[in-house]
């Protein structure tokens, strides 16, 4: 997993990062003010995907509205737009809060794994279910198993 920055300085760096992408989580900033820029770097990763030889209809993809206590009705409205398109699963976060975090990082996990199975046919040959495969990456963040060496605390 790797977070890249919006910036037109990181440019390079994105679609460097994005050469490899398995999937893809795009964080937009829920401030009414922040909009276009939101656009325009929506655009530039489509562009970045292209020019690695990807595409955002072909990698699984969410979209997670961050700041959500900054946004407005303006942003309400842009949210539910974009959930009845249908083109991705749309997330509210405020991640300073832990909200909705957890939830878009498992939506991407879930669209992950099933874009894996059709490949690699997991379900079929290891018996590896999508939903315990979520429910055990849940359990995992939420309550991390114990170092079964008994080297808990050590580096």
Known sequence: MFTVPGQVMHNSTRRIVLQGADAIAFIADSQPSKRQENYKYWLNMVENLK???????????????????????????????????????VYEAVAV??????????????????????????????????????????????DPPEDSGGEKGKN
């Open 51 to 89: 020019m690695n030889g990807l595409s955002i209809e072909s990698l699984p993809n969410v979209v997670q509205w961050n700041k959500k206590d900054l946004g407005d009705a303006s942003t309400d409205e842009a949210i539910v737009k974009m959930k009845l398109e249908g083109r991705q699963p």
């Open 97 to 142: 809060r832990g909200e909705g975090v957890l939830e878009t990082f498992l939506g991407l996990v879930s669209l992950t794994f099933e874009n894996i199975d059709k490949v690699y046919h997991l379900s079929d040959k290891l018996g590896l279910d999508r939903r315990a495969f979520v429910e055990e990456v849940r359990r995992c963040l939420v």
